[in-house]
């Protein structure tokens, strides 16, 4: 193939050149530490502070309820483990289609001594708010789940889940990082206590996130040192990250409704056509509350990863799965939990979408992955 077609915008995006450009002055000219209290120091201080305000508009809350950290994963770590060390015992409620950060922290707070429910999701992926008020007790202290998932796309209603985690009085996090291309981040109107972001998933640098922690709420820190980030997460902050995160960020929210109508077009397109075309072939996740980007396929008689790596030897990228379990051999843990059978968790790939993918591309990745599955069936012949 004479050209390249990345299709892996849930794993990772590419920092877009205005975003860049934001950031450059920041590694070299203005590098300073942003705690000196020298004039090279407040500038780079004057830089966050700018961009942490900018943050705050977006997501409606105050810019100090706003915690930077490297990644969605601490995020992650931090809300659920900064909650139970801050409450010391209790009960919480996640679901087996969470991202790996949430349920590796799950099972560890259980070795401490907390209860964990793990709920299930539909066969689409989803959670309901009844599901959530069910598996309520009396010493419930966290209800943590992802706003959309990062392997099928599919939408939790996080709305209707605040409504029940609100009346009993529970504190809600949510694992946004997939969301701001597409949906509404607003904390305010989403109901919830924490929020995690990640900044590698909307065409911002890698290392760079945060965690909204709404005013009032408890939480003890994981990493110790200096009062950075109202002593929350110690350490030297990422300046030219957290620059290039609000620019970032505030791209998502102009463009995010003129983009998210044009991938559902491209998205709706590449799904009829993939089905129509190669026989033996499900679409995975749930079809109406889905990503626009998001598209996710079982080729029964074909192995993923074989699958994967034929198309990335042709120029196509896609993956098998969460890119924090690429390597493994293991069976996807969403598929699994939505009850999908052994034949459609091995041989299923995901496809994401972003703002390079054109139509003209897609039929060319259509056309290869039609002529590819074709053969490598001819090859394999699997029974299933």
């Avoid at 915008?9 to 450009?21: G, I, N, S, W």
Wanted: proline share 3%; glycine share 8%; charged share 20%.
């Amino acid at each position: 193939m004479s050209k390249s077609i990345y299709l892996d915008y849930a794993a990772a995006t590419p920092v877009r050149k205005e975003v860049l450009a934001e950031m450059k002055p920041y590694f070299s000219k203005q590098f300073a530490n942003p705690s000196s209290i020298h004039k090279f120091g407040e500038e780079a201080g004057l830089a966050v502070a700018t961009a942490r305000n900018k943050i705050a508009r977006i997501l409606d809350c105050d810019n100090s309820e706003i915690v930077f950290t490297s990644c969605g994963s601490e995020s992650i770590n931090l809300a659920i483990q900064g909650i139970a060390r801050a409450k010391g015992k209790g009960h919480i409620i996640t679901s087996r289609a969470e991202h790996a950060a949430t349920l590796r922290c799950s099972e560890w707070l259980e070795g401490q001594g907390f209860q964990v429910t793990y709920l299930d999701p539909s066969s689409t992926g989803l959670i309901s708010a009844s599901q959530v008020e069910s598996a309520i007790q009396e010493n419930t202290i966290l209800v943590s789940l992802v706003y959309a998932n990062n392997e099928v796309g599919t939408i939790n209603p996080i709305k209707e889940i605040s409504k029940v985690t609100t009346r009993y009085k529970l504190l809600f996090h949510v694992d946004a990082c997939q969301a701001p291309n597409y949906l509404d981040i607003n904390v305010k109107k989403l109901g919830v206590d924490l929020l995690t972001l990640n900044s590698s998933k909307i065409y911002g640098p890698k290392g760079i996130a945060l965690l909204y922690i709404k005013d009032g709420i408890k939480i003890k820190p994981l990493v110790f040192g200096g009062k950075q980030e109202h002593a929350l997460r110690a350490g030297t902050l990422n300046v030219p990250g957290v620059v290039g995160f609000a620019l970032s960020l505030q791209l998502s929210e102009l463009e995010k409704t003129k983009e998210s109508k044009r991938l559902t077009v491209l998205q709706t397109k590449f799904k009829d056509k993939i089905l129509n075309s190669i026989p033996d072939s499900y679409y995975n996740g749930h079809l109406g509350k889905r990503l626009p980007n998001n598209l996710n396929f079982s080729f029964l008689g074909v192995d993923a990863e074989t699958l994967v790596l034929t198309l990335s030897s042709q120029g196509i990228f896609v993956s098998s799965g969460s890119a924090c379990s690429a390597g493994t051999v293991k069976s996807s843990h969403v598929l699994e939990a939505m009850g999908l059978d052994e034949y459609r968790i091995q041989s299923s790939i995901r496809i994401s979408l972003g703002e390079s993918t054109t139509a003209t591309d897609l039929d060319l990745v259509a056309k290869t992955l039609i002529r590819t599955i074709n053969s490598l069936r001819k090859v394999s012949k699997a029974k299933y």
